[in-house]
């Protein structure tokens, strides 16, 4: 059962694990905080792989063992052991085998950040605006289930409900590589309420989700930021009407790609304490330009896959929600459910873990696993 290829390409990891436990303690290192973030996590990462690496290892030694001594021993109650080992490992060596394929994929460096999630009504007008105010319920609801703390930054409200336009931030663990399967067209199909002879519409929202950037990934000149201040509108009491508490930023912004100098406008009213929605605000600029810096890298994994679960393609059009039949379905895996209330409310995991599996599955496929 030993796949020498597989064993190949374990050598080095004890070596490598160790190499990495002295450097995230060398002063010079922590001193370098680009360098000191992205060693602590190739430590967690290869803390566990080691573990089962070893463990792998001493499968194999125990199957090898068990197998000479029910070719030498003579002594029944001692074959019965061996065959009592080899049987064991033998039951656990594939399971162990593809955990540890799985973690010898490359990662998404980004998968670890937390996320901006912006949600835009598209086609269908304020039908469109009701469904995206679904989405971002749907969202909400899902994101407390893992406990995740969901922030919204801005919002423009449909004129029969819902959100023209909702940006909020999500804070937790792995957020940016659970919730960027999201990203892409969501359709609906449903009997607007305004609809008189009950006809089914179809209305579509986008959604996009984006790795929320630390201060150190990207350079901005602050100086260069002009800020706008106004009175926040909606509801919120007294003191948003009399305070000017939103913010507005201005930057222009040199794309390195295409050389273009683009003016980048963000608007912040989520709380009533201005230097708070300034700060955000500054969160959003820097994930912007993080996430436009970075689209070679996600338009590079793009061309290199032949599905879209992850390829970051907020044009693609990946899930359909049919009201009259009840049905959900994920065009990228062809996953129907017939659950559409449930996964509203927020019980959208078991479609993302068919996801995560139809992307390890291509990616062990390019890896040659």
């Known amino acids: ?102 973690m010898l994929i490359p990662e998404d460096p980004e998968d670890a950040r937390n996320a901006i999630v912006e949600i835009r009504g598209g086609t269908g007008g304020d039908e469109a605006a009701l469904f995206a105010g679904d989405l971002f319920k749907m969202y909400q609801r899902y994101c407390e289930s893992r406990g995740w703390q969901v922030s919204v930054t801005s919002f423009s409200e449909g004129a029969a409900g819902g959100f023209k336009e909702i940006v909020f931030a999500v804070t937790g663990d792995n957020v940016y590589g659970t919730l ?67 913010v507005r930023l201005r930057y222009m912004w040199r794309n390195p790609v295409t050389g273009q100098t683009d003016e980048i406008l963000i608007e912040c009213t989520e709380t009533r304490d201005q230097p708070k929605n300034k700060e955000r605000a500054l969160s959003r600029l820097r994930t912007y330009i993080y996430d436009r810096e970075h689209q070679k890298y996600v338009d590079d994994i793009a061309s290199r896959r032949k599905t879209l679960v992850s390829t970051g393609d907020r044009s693609a059009k990946i899930r359909t929600y049919n009201f009259p039949q009840g049905r959900i379905t994920d065009h990228r895996i062809n996953y129907t459910i017939y659950n559409l209330p449930a996964f509203l409310d927020g019980d959208i995991q078991d479609c993302i873990d068919h996801l995560i599996i139809a992307e390890n599955a291509e990616k062990l496929n390019e890896a040659e696993l």
């Not at 059962?1 to 922590?30: H, K, Q, W, Y």
């Not at 060693?39 to 690496?53: A, H, I």
């Not at 792998?56 to 001692?78: A, F, G, P, V, W």
């Not at 950037?213 to 106004?230: H, L, Q």
Request: no cysteine; charged share 35%.
């Open 180 to 246: 960027k399967y999201e990203s892409g067209v969501h359709r609906v199909q449903r009997v607007p309420a305004t609809e008189t002879q009950g006809r089914v519409h179809t209305s579509a929202a986008t959604v996009a989700v984006l790795p929320e950037a630390e201060p150190f990934d990207v350079e901005i000149n602050e100086g260069e930021i002009k800020w706008d201040t106004f009175r926040s509108g909606g509801a919120g009491g007294q003191n948003v009407n009399k305070v000017e508490s939103g």
């Open 1 to 102: 059962m030993a796949d020498n290829t597989l064993l190949d390409r374990l050598d080095g990891i004890e070596s490598r694990f160790a190499e990495v436990s002295t450097l995230i303690t060398d002063p010079a290192v922590i001193a370098d905080m680009k360098r000191y973030v992205r060693l602590n996590k190739e430590y967690k990462e290869l803390e566990r792989l080691t573990g089962d690496t070893r463990r792998y290892r001493t499968l194999l030694d125990n199957i090898r063992e068990s197998k000479e001594l029910l070719e030498t021993e003579h002594d029944e109650e001692i074959r019965a052991m061996a065959r009592e080992q080899l049987d064991e490992a033998q039951n656990i060596l594939p399971t162990l085998e593809e955990e540890i394929k799985i």
